[in-house]
């Protein structure tokens, strides 16, 4: 076998001949920023959201930045709020928090599911019954909502910022503070990245604001245009996060895409949830009632096997990655403020996660033979 992790390249084939036609079409247009296409990419993004705006901007860390920066502009949010996100996170997500003057409570993810859940998010709020806000992090394609979040969010008003950078499309088992599922809609704004390996990728950086809420749209839009909400008129010190107006063509072309390959992650995340059978490996959690769209499947190997496994399969040609082997409260640039946690469930998920291929061009019959090697490990 000769299978890497991601084969990008192999990957985007298909598609060439659209993004080409599409990117001549921007180059031949004469806009590059702010035009049409841009303005096609939100209101498609908003429309599989199921929410009313949407803002693209340059990257998925911008988007995050971007919300919590609107609600310091707007009121919502003071310096120094807290808000909480899952420790096992990606650490932009954190990153983001901290950035913007705010602080972070790492709370420890459901060692089933590997996200926050609503019993996780009781317990932070028993701890720091200040927290304003929360960022679900619906890490892997796996939403991170549940009905006692759902309460918990409506009964202490927090503000609900989806960290959506891995799950475009994926839907909830529980409808979200205005009813929808789907999300990037099931809190106040959600945040995609398109960066290139993403489920939707751009051919370099890019992201999105979603949200119900026109005012934090607005201000989101003007920040990111240096703060100006008409020309050489600032009502804010802001950034440029534009998306660039290529990007926005590639994306349409890519979101018409988006289905077909969603579906076929999710045929190879049940070819291997049939088909992995070996002791020492547990496989991600299916939620009931859920759309999962397995930005990653993320496998656990147990005894301290991992190392191991990855080079047994590396010898039968099969390319594996870890997400993530140090948690954001371990890395260096957070030594001093965080490194002192406990965070046991995140330490030992950072010690055992592997994630095996997943994304197109795998095919089932790939993925089951994948499974066949896996179940052979430590036999
Ligand atoms: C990729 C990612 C981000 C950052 O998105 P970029 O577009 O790379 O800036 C944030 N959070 C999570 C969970 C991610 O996976």
């Not at 599989?48 to 949010?77: P, Q």
């Not at 290529?246 to 070819?271: P, S, Y």
């Not at 399969?313 to 001093?336: F, L």
Request: aromatic share 6%.
């Amino acid at each position: 076998m000769n299978i890497p992790f991601l084969d990008l390249k192999a990957a985007t084939a298909p598609m060439v001949a659209e993004l080409q036609a599409a990117a001549a079409r921007v180059i031949a247009g004469g806009r590059y920023l702010r035009g049409e296409e841009t303005a096609a990419l939100e209101r498609e993004i908003a429309a599989l959201c199921g929410v009313e705006h949407c803002v693209a901007v340059s990257n998925g860390l911008d988007a995050l930045r971007l919300v919590l920066r609107a609600w310091l502009e707007l009121g919502k949010l003071h310096p120094g709020d807290k808000v909480a996100v899952q420790a096992n996170t990606y650490v932009a997500s954190v990153l983001a928090i901290t950035d913007m003057g705010l602080r972070p409570v790492l709370c420890e993810p459901d060692a089933e599911t590997m996200n926050l859940s609503g019993t996780g998010l009781r317990q932070a709020l028993e701890h720091h019954p200040d927290i304003k806000a929360v960022m679900p992090v619906h890490l892997y394609g796996t939403p991170c909502w549940d009905n006692e979040m759902l309460h918990l969010v409506t009964g202490h008003h927090l503000l609900v910022l989806e960290d959506n950078a891995q799950a475009i499309a994926a839907v909830a088992a529980t409808g979200g503070i205005n009813g929808t599922r789907t999300t990037g809609g099931l809190g106040h704004a959600g945040a995609c990245s398109f960066y290139p390996t993403k489920n939707l990728g751009a051919l370099g950086d890019a992201g999105a604001v979603t949200t119900g809420d026109a005012e934090l749209a607005e201000a989101v839009r003007a920040l990111a245009n240096y703060g100006s909400d008409r020309r050489y008129h600032n009502i804010y010190r802001g950034y440029n996060c534009r998306i660039d107006e290529l990007q926005a063509a590639m994306l349409r072309v890519k979101l018409r895409w988006l289905d077909h390959e969603t579906q076929r992650r999710i045929d190879i995340a049940d070819c291997y949830d049939r088909h992995i059978s070996s002791p020492l490996v547990t496989t991600p959690a299916i939620i009931a009632g859920a759309r999962q769209v397995w930005h990653q499947y993320v496998i656990r190997v147990r005894d301290n096997r991992r190392e191991a496994f990855c080079a047994y399969m590396r010898d039968h040609g099969i390319g594996t990655d870890i997400h993530y082997a140090t948690p954001p409260h371990r890395q260096p640039c957070y030594h001093e403020q965080y490194g002192g946690l406990t965070l046991p469930v995140t330490e030992q998920l950072a010690r055992e996660v592997v994630s095996l291929p997943v994304a197109a061009p795998l095919t089932t019959e790939q993925a089951q033979a994948i499974a066949t090697v896996i179940n052979t490990f430590g036999g």
